[in-house]
């Protein structure tokens, strides 16, 4: 979901109401959740995590998970975010 690569929340929201998968991967293994913490935005991954059935260790085709994209950009409340839902530092990257 490219609304949340590039922090439109309002976007995601309508997506997600119109029936949006955060389950879904882009042409390159990314998920909603991984978008979200690429975008270094808490409130966008809060939001993915609060539909279910994300798989916070997910990664993409170069082995990035939200977890290590989040890290990477610096973002400690989104690190905190992710670790709080069970994100694996060990699945930090490959």
Do not use: I
């Not at 995601?12 to 913490?37: I, N, T, W, Y």
């Not at 270094?40 to 998970?65: F, P």
């Amino acid at each position: 979901m490219w609304a949340l690569r590039f922090g439109h929340l309002h976007v995601a929201r309508e997506l997600l109401a119109a029936g949006a998968r955060v389950d879904v991967c882009d042409a390159f293994g990314r998920q909603p959740l991984r978008h979200a913490a690429s975008a270094a935005r808490a409130d966008g991954v809060r939001l993915v995590l609060a539909q279910g059935g994300v798989d916070v260790d997910a990664r993409d085709h170069k082995g990035w998970s939200a977890l290590a994209r989040a890290a990477f950009r610096g973002n400690a409340t989104t690190v905190s975010v992710l670790l709080s839902a069970g994100a694996t530092p060990s699945a930090y990257y490959v």
